[in-house]
């Protein structure tokens, strides 16, 4: 019965071949330059040179940005920022990648048209006016961040990751071609999937959960479920691959209006200060969350069950809604997604300043399901030493 306001980006398009659009999309935006923003490695792979390829057939210049790392810091951001508004006539900016890429793709888009620099718009709802157009075309089927409101970059000297959501940030295309995801590793497919999991399942379960979120993100623990060990066994699957770049996609759209919850909260100083990639560090932490949770809703995590495919029939509801706390356990081992802190070299003694960064990160720790205390994380940092 709660009133919602529902977010995702301008249009979507979905499918293998969606590259092929690529041109005619920035046409569209009336675009004859754009800022490809992107990283070595798939520069590497040759998937930049197969992207300005497409883009360039349309007789578009192409200024590509390349330096972009996994967890990029502020600074990055601003050194994209810079180029874009030196460039007066660049008319689209272009986020290809994971997580990483698209978020320095959307705040340089953002900085085109807005005065000041990144500080200046981390929080909710502080950015003036929408940037520059944006697609955002994803390489891994796991950030949903070519659908979110949401760019997170590092603070390097407080090893923190700091969030600038808006709606002003919401891509203006998500372009998503699940062929160009099959030469992804599989501990890469593993990781990508947990996070896109870890989507699904706190967007689920949140405070901030409303009818039309729940319907992509069950829907997306359901293909998940169906479809990542297949995808994770053979890259080369098209219809396994098909189906996790939609799962990535329908819970990157339950979260940009649901948001996520405490896994993300413990994962982020995990991640911050051991360098640990965003999905494995939330796949690490959603197992433990979701156990601390489950009393919060059962009937959620019940449905969670029978999203992954166990049978609950006959079960008590406490019974139903362990079983998806196990499911979720059990993928997690499937994919080899370590389970343990320790296996990372983070010791005791570290978790009451882990508590302390995870507890501060209120955005999130509010919209978890069941209320939390610092000794709460602690807790569960614990139970996942
Ligand atoms: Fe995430």
Redesign the pocket.
């Known amino acids: 019965m709660k009133t919602f306001k529902f977010f995702t980006s301008q249009s979507i398009v979905f499918g293998c071949g969606a590259l092929d659009r690529l041109g005619d999309e920035i046409l569209g935006f009336n675009s004859k330059k754009v800022f490809l923003v992107a990283d070595p490695v798939l520069e590497k792979l040759g998937i930049v040179d197969r992207v300005k390829g497409a883009i360039e057939k349309s007789q578009i210049e192409v200024v590509l940005f390349t330096k972009v790392e996994p967890n990029p810091t502020i600074e990055l951001g601003e050194e994209a920022a810079e180029i874009v508004r030196s460039q007066k006539d660049i008319g689209t900016v272009i986020g290809l990648g994971g997580g990483s890429s698209m978020d320095v793709a959307k705040i340089s888009a953002m900085l085109a048209n807005n005065p000041g620099s990144v500080r200046d718009y981390i929080g909710v709802e502080k950015v003036k006016q929408f940037g520059l157009p944006t697609i955002m075309i994803p390489t891994t089927a796991g950030?949903g961040s070519e659908v979110s409101n949401a760019s997170i970059l590092a603070d390097k000297q407080k090893h923190l990751k700091l969030g600038t959501m808006s709606r002003f940030l919401t891509p203006s295309l998500a372009l998503v071609d699940p062929c160009l995801l099959t030469s992804l590793p599989p501990s890469v497919t593993a990781s990508t999937a947990m996070?896109a999991l870890?989507?699904a399942v706190e967007a689920y379960t949140a405070n901030k959960a409303y009818p039309m979120t729940d319907l992509f993100a069950l829907k997306s623990v359901e293909l998940i479920g169906k479809y990542l060990r297949q995808a994770y066994s053979n890259g080369e699957n098209l219809e396994a691959r098909y189906n996790i770049s939609l799962a990535a996609l329908y819970a990157g759209i339950a979260i940009a209006t649901a948001s996520?919850g405490a896994a993300?909260a413990l994962a982020y100083p995990v991640e911050g200060e051991y360098n640990l990639a965003?999905g494995v560090a939330?796949g690490l932490m959603l197992p433990y969350v979701a156990e601390f949770n489950m009393l919060s809703n059962l009937g959620k995590y019940g449905e969670i069950a029978k999203a992954m495919g166990e049978r609950v029939e006959g079960l008590s509801e406490r019974d139903a809604a362990l079983k998806g706390v196990e499911a979720i356990k059990q993928l997690c081992v499937d994919l080899s997604i370590p389970l343990h802190l320790r296996d990372f070299g983070i010791k005791e003694d570290v978790l009451d300043h882990l508590s302390e960064q995870a507890f501060g990160i209120k955005r999130i720790i509010d919209n978890n399901p069941r209320k939390l205390t610092l000794a709460d994380i602690k807790k569960i940092y614990t139970m996942a030493l």
């Open positions: 950030t996070d870890t989507h996520v993300h965003h939330n």
